[in-house]
């Protein structure tokens, strides 16, 4: 009886409170978001989810995961890589391993030929290019040496693009191989570009015509796409697509935030633009088997307006009656069908960072510091990978 006054009292109280609305169902704290879902973005996902047990979520803008080195099935039902070739390279055992978890391996050796004089010749320069272009017979290490020692030209400082190359080889092949593809990719000449540009082609007096020397050279199987998905498929993280985290990050709620984007456009560029150089992709799908004798040909003129075109199946080693290449328009421009060029992105990210490391500690100091760590992240993955373009 006593309860039931109570009860009737509770309910006549509760009908005299003003209604309020309910509140709605707080966001939930992740452990981390991670913007970005390229190789840098998945790597530290899977790494805080599978290995620190965190809850992750990862945002990409883009309508797919794996960033640049994204892949797909066009419509001839050939691999293609959307963003330009990626072939994969590493010295590091414990990166190859690392990734072996989520993909087996097709070994492949990349080879380079450019177009100079109406010759296809080896790019890097080899004995072999020296030979086709002089009409030479140098059989040894020690003459092509010699032979390039005859026509470089020495430089006081080796400073720029342009004195690295032309310090090792002479000006005559400088301007046949470097000066007018780096004027093209970078908008500016060698001269005004930093040395470690040009210096990561070398030259060879053997016959080695690999682009690449890394112990370990391979593809993934099923494709870079297939791999990112199985890296990122854990109970832990949750993937969102098509969501661009400036958008949504006033939502969010997060412990630690990861983010691989663009460092200007983080701070809404309130510290200026950063001089972006981008790619154009131009797809073409060709009634042919194979289309080039190599994966890629480079054409160093200034007057080709694309700097090279690959040839997806050489890559891939998918057996097809048709064939897929991309042609590269380097572009001063960002459009979705683009590929930023990183390095100089990630070198000015970095000198941000050192000039911010020097500054007392301040509430967005973190902020910073997870921003430039994993901004440089991305440049050590894509330096292993390929070196950003
Ligand atoms: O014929 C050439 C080639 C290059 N340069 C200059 O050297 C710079 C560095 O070249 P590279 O490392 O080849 O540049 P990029 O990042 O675009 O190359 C990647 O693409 C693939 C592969 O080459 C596909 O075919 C590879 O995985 C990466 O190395 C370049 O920017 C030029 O300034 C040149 O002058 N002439």
């Given at each position: 009886m006593r309860s039931l006054i109570a009860d009737a009292a509770r309910e006549k109280l509760d009908a005299a409170r003003p209604r309020l609305p309910r509140p709605r169902a707080a966001s939930p704290r992740w452990d981390a978001v991670v913007v970005g879902a390229g190789f840098a973005g998945a790597v530290m996902a899977e790494r805080m989810a599978a290995d620190g047990g965190k809850r992750v979520l990862v945002l990409d803008r883009r309508p797919h995961v794996a960033g640049n080195a994204h892949d797909r099935t066009d419509?001839?039902?050939?691999?293609?890589?959307?963003?330009?070739?990626?072939?994969?390279?590493?010295?590091?055992?414990?990166?190859?391993?690392y990734l072996s978890r989520f993909t087996d391996w097709r070994p492949y050796e990349h080879r380079v030929l450019a177009e100079v004089k109406g010759k296809l010749v080896p790019m890097p320069i080899n004995r072999t290019t020296l030979n086709l272009l002089y009409g030479l017979d140098l059989t040894t290490d020690e003459e092509a040496a010699a032979f390039l020692a005859s026509r470089a030209e020495p430089v006081a400082r080796v400073e720029t693009s342009e004195d690295v190359v032309v310090s090792?080889?002479?000006?005559?092949?400088?301007?046949?191989?470097?000066?007018?593809?780096?004027?093209?990719?970078?908008?500016?000449?060698?001269?005004?570009?930093?040395?470690?540009?040009?210096?990561?082609?070398?030259?060879?007096?053997?016959?080695?015509?690999?682009?690449?020397?890394?112990?370990?050279?391979?593809?993934?199987?099923?494709?870079?796409?297939?791999?990112?998905?199985?890296?990122?498929?854990?109970?832990?993280?949750?993937?969102?697509?098509?969501?661009?985290?400036?958008?949504?990050?006033?939502?969010?709620?997060?412990?630690?935030?990861?983010?691989?984007?663009p460092i200007d456009e983080y701070f809404g560029h309130r510290y200026g633009k950063l001089p972006y150089r981008s790619l154009v992709f131009r797809h073409e799908t060709l009634d042919q088997e194979q289309a080039l004798p190599t994966g890629t040909v480079n054409h160093p003129d200034e007057a080709t307006p694309f700097t090279r075109v690959s040839e997806f199946k050489h890559l891939t080693g998918q057996v097809h009656p048709r064939t897929s290449v991309v042609y590269e328009h380097p572009s001063p421009r960002a459009?979705?069908?683009?590929?930023?060029?990183?390095?100089?992105?990630?070198?000015?990210?970095?000198?941000?960072?050192?000039w911010r490391q020097r500054r007392p500690t301040s509430a967005s100091s973190d902020g910073w510091r997870a921003i430039a760590t994993t901004t440089w992240i991305r440049w050590s993955v894509r330096h292993s990978r390929h070196g950003g373009g």
């Open positions: 419509a001839a039902g050939i691999l293609v890589h959307d963003y330009g070739p990626h072939i994969f390279h590493t010295n590091s055992e414990d990166v190859f391993a090792a080889i002479g000006r005559e092949l400088y301007e046949l191989f470097f000066r007018g593809y780096t004027r093209k990719q970078w908008g500016l000449d060698p001269s005004e570009l930093d040395r470690s540009v040009t210096a990561r082609v070398p030259t060879r007096t053997s016959v080695d015509d690999r682009y690449f020397t890394d112990t370990f050279q391979a593809m993934p199987a099923e494709g870079y796409t297939r791999m990112f998905e199985r890296m990122l498929d854990h109970p832990n993280i949750e993937v969102r697509t098509g969501v661009d985290f400036k958008e949504v990050q006033h939502s969010l709620q997060w412990d630690h935030l990861v983010y691989t984007g459009t979705p069908t683009i590929r930023s060029l990183g390095r100089k992105t990630a070198r000015c990210s970095i000198a941000i960072w050192r």
